[in-house]
């Protein structure tokens, strides 16, 4: 491989001209943004692989790649579409995108995604996007995405077809200590999860997340576009009694074998009687064990799973629950009791804060 080459950019047209020029010869790029404001006025394509895109900080707040708007568009208008391999996407914050934030291309195998310390907020549809063309076996695999922030800063989406990673066919991801806000419905029906793993992914990884004020926190599988093994674990879920429509269940299961699901808290306040749902015949060699929750863990439509040594804290008072949220990672606390002490509002202040380190 030639020796990587790096540049540094500081507004949009050197941005699209860096992108060009790394495209061009094949890849193997870094280039670092300086603290600004940049207006994505067209999608970004990355067809080479090795390309990192950072702030020269490291830090999203200051540098922000702000689409069109959050609303629809005649055309496909993702701010990135990733059609190659080894992409780097660092310490940015990206938003404002009539379809996604960014789209990466599983049908163009577009494997070891890297998402760190980043911010994707206000789409009119998912905000990370992993993509695959049905019938082929191509996928986005080995990703990896750590640290980021996923939200829509009103405290809820634009429309039900919104999510924070929605990703199909890919296995073998990371997903840990990321945090997710506002990742609701409207009107008309429930939003897809904050992390939704489908249509035959597999082995993923689902660790130490918190996410606030969603209708659904984290799903494996959907119906018959199931998902295979993988663990959710230590993650933690929190819903306030708000005025979302669709308050749903926080990790669900469906035609997802072999999953673990294993010491999670999940503390919901709305009218939904359910913490965990494991469905459908093809879940089974579930374990489901140690998770705090203050809703049922239910079986539904066939399901089936080893549910041992689980703790309830439906009786806990409001005090009890305080206490709980110790637990929680020191600098989620703030906004877990915002959530809890308030109904709706963004509890990480607006603009959505910086994403923990």
Known sequence: MAAERQLTIENAEQLYAAINEANR????????????????????????????????????????????????????????????????????????APNHIIQVAGENNADYVYLSRCILKDSFEQLLKVSHKPGYPEAADFGVVEHCTF???????????????????????????????????????V???????????????????????????????MADKGNQGGTIKHNWIVHANNAHPYADAGITL???????????????????????????????????????????????????ASVVSNHSTESLSPEQTLMLIERFPPDFRPAVRAALNKAGGNPFGNPVGQATN
């Open 25 to 96: 010869q094949g890849g193997n790029t870094t280039i670092q943004l300086r603290s600004g404001l940049y207006s994505i006025t067209k999608p970004i394509l990355i067809n080479a692989s090795h390309i990192t895109l950072q702030s020269e900080s490291l830090n999203p707040a200051d540098v922000v790649l702000r689409g069109p708007g959050m609303k629809q568009t005649s055309a496909v208008f993702s701010l990135f579409r990733i059609n190659a391999s080894h992409f780097s996407f660092i310490g940015i914050t990206a938003e404002q």
């Open 151 to 189: 939200a829509y800063s009103a405290g809820i989406g634009p429309q039900y077809y919104i999510g924070g990673i929605d990703l199909h066919l890919g296995q073998h991801w990371q997903i840990h200590n990321n945090q997710f806000y506002g990742i609701a419905s409207p009107a008309r029906r």
């Open 191 to 221: 939003a897809e999860h904050a992390i939704h793993l489908w249509y035959n992914s597999a082995h993923i990884t689902v660790e130490n997340n918190v996410i606030i004020n969603s209708d659904r926190g984290i799903g494996y599988g």
């Open 254 to 304: 469906e035609s997802s074998p072999g999953t673990q699901v294993i010491g999670n808290w999940i503390l919901q306040y709305h009218n939904y009687p359910n913490s965990i749902e494991y469905r459908f015949p093809a879940t089974q060699n579930v374990v489901i064990t140690n998770n705090y929750t203050n809703k049922r863990i239910r079986r539904r439509n066939g399901g089936g």
